[in-house]
Structures are given as structure tokens and as C-alpha cells.
């Protein structure tokens, strides 16, 4: 999709004055990266995915708990830093040895070299040996397939929660242990429990402290994890861009596209992630394109905006209602 880049001077002007086209948007947040579907991240960092959420009312992600009364603590999520590694780092941190992003990268590239068996090419969608060499790219992404070879190896369940679908996804199946990750679009973070004084709605002690992993037949955890991550829905703590007309909020960046595909794209290539979206009340005014060949005629600002996200044509005039 093309792409539309905003002169600094244009930064206090609204998005249908841009000729913008903007759908709905939202877009979704280890200490480190991104992924994708529980997608697997790719090349590039990722600052924190700040769109429409928490966040963005003043109200940190962290600040987001479940009292847990019965177990006289408080359920809570450890953000991690966005610097491609999230999936590393949150998983890496929720291990009794807390093993760093990095070395966790050559774990998994030594297991799948000791397993050519398990992980062929159609697995790994691409040749074993340039996957072990990508992985161990700091700034490569993780995702599904990543979560299931870290399972594999370590031998514990890793439950990932959606925040957009609010569903979750299980990597690990008959294991004794299990660790919770949540994943906002393309961001992965910690699920954590922390002992705490009554009323519970904040923890006591500091993340060394956390407790991170739970025998599989303890399903209360999930549950109380699956309340967690409806306020993280409610407070829009996620990456959802599909449809939508996104901007990117680094400074210095000018960047706009739209749907999900676009922004990652834009994610990976430059390392931004902080996308927010270009809302705007529409209308229902029948406009048609402007430029020189082309027959767009289009009912509202969605569809002028999807137009011009789609073609680049910024040029549009309404065709009168009689």
C-alpha cells in the first residue's frame, strides 16, 4: 500500500484536511520486541506499542493488576523493553535462572541443529541453517515458532493470552510447568504474581521477587491472568491496525499507512512501534479522484482515505448533491 509522508508544519492539522483515509485503528505492545499472529517477529526493533492504550489515558500497563486475596497477592504484568528482544526477555526472565535474550538466541539455534529432524524448512520457513543465523539476530522478531522451540527445550508449557481476542494460545502440551506470557499485537510481556499487603491492588515486593511459573494443573492462574488481560482490553493495550490509518508517533518520523501489514512493515524496517491512529469524525460525501486517469468515486472520508492510502492520490472534489 502506498504510503502518504506529512511535512512537520502539517503535524497540528486534522486528518480529513490531510486528505487522509482513515479506517478504525488500533494498534497493539518482555523486555524486547514484537510478533506477529502470536506472529513471528521479524527484523527490527520495537519501542514500546503505545497505540490507543493504556498509556495513552495516563495509565501505565503496569498500573493494570487483579487482586488475588486468596494467595494474599496481586497478579500483575512486567512490561518489557522494546528492543526486539520482548519474546527473549519475558520468557527468558519468567526462568528460575533468568537467562538472558541473547543466549537464549543460541540455545535455540544449537537445538535446532541437534534436532534436523524436527525442523525442516516448511517448520521454519526458511533453510536451518539461515534460520540459526537470523535468530541470533538481535534485532529479529519472535513469535509462534520461536515460543514452541523454547518450549521444547526448556520443557515447560508457555500459555500466551491475546489482549485484542482476549483467547490463548498454548505452546507445550503434558508439561509439568507452565510460564504466561500476554501479547498485544506486536509486543510480547510478563505475567507475574507478586505477594502484597490488603487490599491487594498493587505489589509489595520487587520483580526478583515475582513468581513466574505455575504447575500446569493450577487453572486458577489462568483465570485470573484472563481477568488481567480484559482490563489490558479495556484500557486498549494492544496493536490492532487492520483497516485502520496509522501514524507513526517517533519523533521525526512522518510515516502514515494503513492496516496491520503496513505497520509492520514499518516496524520492522525502522524499529518503530510507538503507531498510533488518525482519527476524524467522516462524512458521507460523495467525492470523486482527481488525478489524471483515474475513475475512484468514493462516499465518505473512509473511502477517500483508503483511496489515497492505496494510490497515493491526494487530489479529490465532491461531486455536488442536487
Known amino acids: 500500500m502506498a504510503m502518504k ?3 512537520p ?8 484536511s490531510l486528505g487522509l483515509h482513515g479506517e478504525t485503528l488500533t494498534i497493539v505492545p518482555e523486555e524486547t520486541p514484537p510478533a506477529p499472529e502470536v506472529p513471528a517477529q521479524t527484523t527490527a526493533a520495537q519501542q514500546r506499542a503505545t497505540t490507543s492504550r493504556a498509556a495513552r489515558k495516563n495509565e501505565s500497563p503496569e498500573d493494570v493488576n487483579v487482586p488475588w486475596p486468596e494467595r494474599e497477592g496481586t497478579l500483575l504484568l512486567r512490561v518489557m523493553p522494546s528492543d526486539n528482544s520482548c519474546l527473549f526477555t519475558a520468557f527468558g526472565g519468567a526462568l528460575p535462572k533468568q537467562i538472558p535474550a541473547q543466549q537464549l538466541r543460541r540455545m535455540m539455534a544449537d537445538y535446532i541443529v541437534q534436532h534436523p529432524e524436527d525442523y525442516s524448512e516448511a517448520v521454519l520457513g526458511s533453510s536451518p541453517s539461515q534460520y540459526c543465523r537470523s535468530i541470533q539476530d538481535p534485532d529479529r522478531w519472535g513469535g509462534g515458532i520461536e515460543l ?15 489482549v485484542q481476542a482476549q483467547n490463548l494460545i498454548n505452546f507445550g502440551e503434558e508439561k509439568r510447568d507452565r510460564c504466561i506470557l500476554v501479547y498485544s499485537g506486536i509486543h510480547y510481556d510478563r505475567v507475574a504474581f507478586s505477594y502484597s499487603e490488603y487490599p491487594h ?3 509489595s515486593l520487587p520483580p526478583e521477587m515475582d513468581r513466574t511459573v505455575w504447575p500446569t494443573d493450577d487453572d486458577e492462574v489462568l483465570e485470573q491472568t484472563h481477568k488481567l488481560v480484559k482490563k489490558l482490553n479495556a484500557a486498549h493495550y494492544y496493536t490492532d491496525t487492520e483497516g485502520l490509518i496509522l501514524k ?3 519523533p521525526g518520523c512522518d510515516w502514515i499507512g494503513s492496516g496491520q501489514l503496513e505497520g509492520r512493515k514499518h516496524a520492522e524496517l525502522t524499529g518503530h512501534v510507538d503507531l498510533s491512529e488518525i482519527q476524524d469524525e467522516g462524512d458521507n460525501v460523495l467525492r470523486k479522484c482527481d488525478t489524471f486517469g483515474c475513475d475512484f468515486i468514493g462516499q465518505g472520508d473512509r473511502a477517500m482515505r483508503q483511496h489515497s492510502v492505496d494510490t497515493a492520490h491526494e487530489r479529490f472534489s465532491i461531486i455536488p448533491d442536487w
Open 248 to 250: 507513526c508517533d517517533v
Open 148 to 162: 514452541s522451540i523454547l518450549s521444547s527445550i526448556f520443557d515447560i508449557q508457555i500459555c500466551t493470552f491475546d
Open 9 to 16: 508544519s502539517q503535524g497540528d492539522q486534522n486528518a480529513r
Open 201 to 203: 491492588n498493587a505489589p
Open 5 to 7: 509522508t506529512l511535512e
